[in-house]
């Protein structure tokens, strides 16, 4: 999917997985998990209800507490829409072995912080546009490693070094509010989007329709929604009628 800015928000819905099951945690912690049922039937849901594009996240892969690759697999061959998948992506073979499945784009985060050279490799061999890389930020600094460890380096710091490696677009979650429903990093997302010139999307903190109109305000090119949706805060078909109507008045 070729993604533009300046032409309203695009509504992700967020697929995560946690030993088999589509799950959302407070913060990342393992043992603040929502078991919500099956990947495959929730993203079919989702498609169902009108979404265009999904986020899969294999989070026992990120925090290298096991591999959900076959039910991601799973999620790709049931689903008519576009698929980004992340989690755990930290060789130039698994992302191959990803898009290979069938995933329209591949999301490093760990990998991409910790080894460079090979978001420069995969961005050459796959091409920009289908390399997203993923900046979580906690207190400032990117965290890596299923949020365990903290760098000393800034979102926007690394978001222009990527851009300049030619990935297609980044990802910014702030830890702080993810999972929490208590609003979207504004300041934060408009602060990366006005330093590139790339699409950013945005995640975490989602808990009103009004923290889609935020989202899209503050310059987000997508916003990915998680425990949101899965909490009945609002329905999708909602959500994507606010990102369209901000987006008229933008």
Not at 45 to 60: M, N, P
Not at 219 to 238: C, D, I, N, P, S
Request: proline share 2%; with cysteine; aromatic share 4%.
């Amino acid at each position: 999917m070729k993604i533009q800015r300046g032409v309203g928000v695009l509504v992700v819905p967020s697929v995560d997985i946690m030993r088999g099951r589509c799950v959302q945690l407070v913060g990342g912690k393992p043992d603040t998990e929502r078991v919500y049922g099956d990947p495959v039937e929730l993203a079919q849901r989702w498609v169902a209800e009108g979404a265009k594009y999904l986020h899969v996240i294999d989070l026992d892969a990120a925090m290298g507490t096991g591999d959900n690759f076959q039910k991601v697999a799973d999620v790709i061959s049931n689903v008519r829409v576009g698929v980004e998948v992340g989690g755990g992506i930290r060789t130039l073979e698994r992302a191959n072995e990803l898009l290979g499945i069938g995933a329209d784009r591949v999301i490093l985060g760990t990998a991409a912080v910790k080894n460079p050279n090979l978001v420069a490799k995969l961005v050459e061999l796959a091409g920009g546009a289908r390399v997203m890389v993923a900046l979580d930020s906690r207190a400032g600094k990117v965290t890596i490693e299923g949020w365990r460890s903290q760098t000393e380096k800034t979102a926007l710091q690394l978001a222009k070094e990527f851009e300049r490696m030619g990935v297609g677009s980044l990802l910014y979650t702030s830890v702080n509010v993810e999972g929490s429903m208590r609003g979207v990093a504004a300041r934060e997302i408009r602060e990366l989007v006005s330093a590139v010139k790339i699409p950013v999307f945005a995640s975490g903190g989602v808990g009103t329709l009004e923290d889609v109109r935020i989202a899209r305000e503050a310059g987000a090119a997508g916003l990915v929604l998680g425990m949101a949706l899965y909490e009945r805060k609002f329905t999708l078909r909602e959500a994507m009628e606010v990102a369209r109507d901000a987006g008229r008045k933008g």
